[in-house]
């Protein structure tokens, strides 16, 4: 079975056509154009879809093709997936050449081969050339500009698509870069098979948190490093188009967590992984994470410390709400502009294409982490940022803000590495992991206080009417009693979490 390795770029119809001026310097044939239509099966319960097969026929002039794709990997824009494509006599599944391409048991019963039905369906206008941008590589360039239709719904396509036919992983990057310096595109991970499959199914978009990524303990800290990182960039991405589009404020809070994690996973995995390689990539995330940060403490401020502090009706409260809620907009159009940024898209090339090459392979910063098994590592990581946690947590209830400050950090960081290598032992720790989380919002509220009293203060200058500065005195107390309640409950909390065993000592 061959393997498709892809970039997908996502463009806007009005720069679209502005692709081949782009690609102008690089000597190719006149892109050939020709309609393509598509039919995607499955069984009316998703059979295939759940067993991470996309099953098409595709009508290429009078031939039709058939192919069958496993879920592969997506992550940066870069589609690494098998592919399996025979040519049919017809609009007709060919069961054998399923066996074939190593898919017997999803059709071994009549009953699921008889279920199968069209699911979706693509139709779109594809005009592609071959470039050449280096000796030895190939890469396939495509335009596509349709629709995929499920029913009576529909989902506009125009996007880029670098396949590469021979060559290096490395200059698909390089060429993906030159296009996103040049076109205000978007890196897209949803293949149309997964977007019809969400169109199929009616399922509405909606914020995606961030899941547990797929480590084995066969694989080596490095390779764990790389499923990590593109884990938690595939995590940014999938909240990128709620993001821009300015939909639930989660999609931004979603993002900033997405970027946390990832640069945790620089710090988690720095025994392993020299980060020179990213330092250029790391840079320009932190940029964008900082305009997501600002955005995300006004939405705290508005969305959750007011609600819950009351006095709605008191004419100074709604005055400070209007304000928060302009500051607000400001903050999500910056953050929205940082997103949109020609350079986000790059740095995420950047990003994907340092992972994915893995030259920084051979300059392991601290060797002896290349002969331990990744059980090994995961637990003297756990262990060494336990130690740090309850380092910055002795005498708990005697801590001050910066203290406190510092110790939330600290949980945060022990909590994104527990759950980066929770397939290696889920089961021992859950217990930590549950403590840990209790821990981490406890802290996060009361740095949400802290916040919001230094946001007051910023926010008092701006109105010196009697009731506005009674609704920021009434606010300032509300933070700092609900800021001693945090306290209050963060001793039980802390108590709960160091008298937990050190299962990690037995790894």
């Known amino acids: 079975m061959a393997q498709e390795i892809e970039i997908k770029l996502s463009v806007e119809p009005e720069h679209a056509s502005r692709l081949w001026g782009v690609l102008a310097r690089h000597q190719h044939p006149k892109p050939a154009s020709r309609r393509l239509f598509s039919a995607y099966y499955d069984t009316p319960d998703w059979r295939l879809q759940s067993g991470g097969v996309a099953l098409r026929l595709r009508r290429e002039g009078r031939r039709w093709m058939q192919t069958v794709k496993s879920a592969g990997v997506a992550a940066g824009g870069l589609h690494r997936r098998a592919e399996h494509e025979s040519e049919v006599p017809a609009q007709l599944l060919s069961f054998p050449a ?182 250029r990539a790391l840079g320009e995330l932190k940029s964008v994470a900082q305009s997501l940060g600002e955005a995300r403490d006004l939405d705290v401020f508005g969305l959750e410390t007011l609600p819950h502090a009351g006095s709605g009706q008191h004419g100074g409260v709604a005055a400070l709400r209007r304000r928060i809620q302009n500051a607000r907009l ?54 060494h940022r336990t130690t740090r946690v309850k ?20 949980v945060k960081r022990l909590r994104y590495a527990i759950e980066f290598f929770l397939p290696l032992f889920e089961d021992k720790a859950a217990a930590t992991l549950h403590a840990l989380v209790d821990l981490q919002e406890l802290l996060g509220r009361f740095n949400d206080d802290v916040t919001a009293w230094k946001l007051l203060d910023t926010l008092a200058a701006e109105d010196s009417t009697t009731e506005y500065q009674q609704a920021v005195g009434f606010l300032r107390g509300w933070c700092a009693h609900d800021g001693e309640q945090c306290r209050i409950q963060l001793k039980e909390v802390w108590k709960r979490f160091g008298d937990l065993p050190q299962w990690w000592r037995s790894i």
Not at 360 to 379: G, I
Not at 391 to 399: I, T
């Open 98 to 279: 399923l066996v074939e391409a190593g898919f017997s048991e999803l059709v071994a019963d009549r009953q699921t081969r008889e279920a199968l039905q069209v699911a979706f369906t693509t139709e779109f206008r594809r005009s592609s050339t071959l470039i050449r941008p280096r000796a030895g590589t190939i890469i396939e360039v495509s335009l596509d500009r349709g629709a995929i239709a499920a029913g009576e719904r529909r989902d506009p396509i125009c996007e880029v698509e670098l396949e590469l036919k021979a060559g290096e992983t490395d200059a698909l990057f390089d060429l993906a870069l030159e296009i996103a310096r040049a076109l205000p595109v978007r890196l897209d991970n949803r293949s149309k098979a997964q977007r019809g499959y969400a169109l199929a199914a009616r399922i509405e978009p909606a914020p995606v948190k961030a899941s547990t990524p797929p480590l084995s303990a066969d694989m080596t800290p490095d390779d764990a490093f790389v499923a990590v990182a593109l884990h938690c960039l595939a995590h940014l991405q999938a909240n990128e188009i709620g993001l821009l589009a300015g939909r639930n404020p989660e999609y931004l809070h979603q993002a900033r967590v997405a970027s946390r994690r990832l640069r945790s996973a620089f710090r988690v995995f720095d025994a392993a992984i020299p980060r020179s390689h990213f330092a």
């Open 330 to 383: 400001r903050a999500a159009r910056i953050a929205r502009t940082a997103v949109a940024a020609p350079e986000y898209t790059a740095t995420l090339l950047r990003m994907t294409q340092a992972l994915w090459a893995g030259q920084w392979r051979s300059e392991t910063a601290r060797p002896v982490a290349a002969n331990w098994t990744l059980a090994k590592f995961a637990a003297k990581i756990v262990s």
């Open 391 to 410: 380092k910055c947590g002795r005498s708990v209830s005697r801590l001050g803000v910066a203290d406190l400050h510092r110790l939330r950090i600290q």
